[in-house]
Nanobody
Framework: VQLVESGGGLVQAGGSLRLSCAAS????????MGWYRQAPGKERELVAG???????YYADSVKGRFTISRDNAKNTLYLQMNSLKPEDTDMYYC???????????????????WGQGTQVTVSA
């Protein structure tokens, strides 16, 4: 499975961005996909995830501002980010669960495929 992110960039606080993740390869086996973010020196954290059945998870810090969605026909995952804050500045990574999942929140416990990341920078 190959994942390619796009859509990151520089935006002012209060603005919006939409990240995209194009998936290719053996995607029929993917049970969940999601967006993680990581700042230098910190652990990677799950921002939002979605299962093949449509169940979603959002980190408390982004609830009400971010929306995750997927277009199965285009094999693409999206993250719509509104009301962006400077603390949302991070490298954002697309992930796809390698194995079956119990919950979306635990989607990468057994392993994930990862994209190369896209930088999101929010200025004050």
């Amino acid at each position: 499975v190959q994942l390619v992110e796009s859509g990151g960039g520089l935006v002012q606080a209060g603005g919006s961005l939409r990240l995209s993740c194009a998936a290719s390869g053996s995607i029929f086996s993917i049970n969940a996909m999601g967006w993680y973010r990581q700042a230098p020196g910190k652990e990677r954290e799950l921002v939002a995830g979605i299962s093949s059945g449509g169940s979603t998870y959002y980190a408390d810090s982004v609830k009400g501002r971010f929306t995750i969605s997927r277009d199965n026909a285009k094999n693409t995952l999206y993250l719509q980010m509104n009301s962006l804050k400077p603390e949302d500045t991070d490298m954002y990574y697309c992930a796809a669960a390698q194995y079956g999942i119990t919950t979306v929140q635990a989607m990468c416990v057994m392993g994930c495929y990862w994209g190369q990341g896209t930088q999101v920078t929010v200025s004050a």
